[in-house]
């Protein structure tokens, strides 16, 4: 199974998001992770999926993706011409001596502590899935408390815009 990243320009309106999700679960298509933002221009958002299939499925889906009305344009975003990112917060134990190291760690991935308490520190790294994926197997023996990540976001690179 490959993983596959859409930029999908949709209509901004409410029940949009409802009628994308929808058409995945009703053909069986798991969605990984999926991001919504407005976009510079009024009335439309952008919508980044990410997926798992072969190269059948993601034709079906951008097949399927193209008869929604609300749907302006799809692009598949292959990883060498795009950035794509992601956000954690990581609430950690951190106490004593421990903290000190957290701070080192977080520093060399360029990560934020932007929560301190007694006892744990909330860190927020922004980079590649993998970069975040590495932060947290580094911070997991200190005890992460809670965790989440916004899901991947992508653009192309240079002048090419989705339209």
């Known amino acids: 199974m490959k993983k596959y990243v859409l930029s999908v320009l ?3 309106h409410a029940g949009v998001l409802s009628r994308v999700s929808g058409l995945f679960s009703r053909r069986g298509f798991n969605i990984d992770s999926l991001t919504v933002c407005e976009t510079s221009n009024p009335g439309q958002s952008r919508m980044t999926i990410v997926v798992q299939g072969d190269e059948y499925v993601l034709e079906q889906i951008k097949k399927q993706l193209s008869k929604l009305v609300e749907v302006i344009s799809i692009k598949h975003c292959h990883k060498e ?8 917060l990581i609430k950690v134990k951190a106490s004593g001596t421990d903290r000190a190291v957290i701070i080192e760690t977080c520093d060399i991935f360029r990560a934020h502590i932007v929560d301190v308490s007694q006892n744990s520190v909330i860190v927020e790294a922004t980079g ?14 200190y005890g992460i408390l809670e965790l989440c990540k916004t899901g991947l976001t992508a653009m192309g690179r240079g002048e090419e815009v989705l339209k």
Request: hydrophobic content about 35%; overall charge negative.
């Open 128 to 141: 590649s899935e993998e970069k975040i994926a590495s932060l947290i197997r580094l911070l997991e023996p």
């Open 81 to 88: 011409n795009t950035t794509q990112r992601e956000m954690a």
């Open 10 to 12: 949709v209509e901004d």
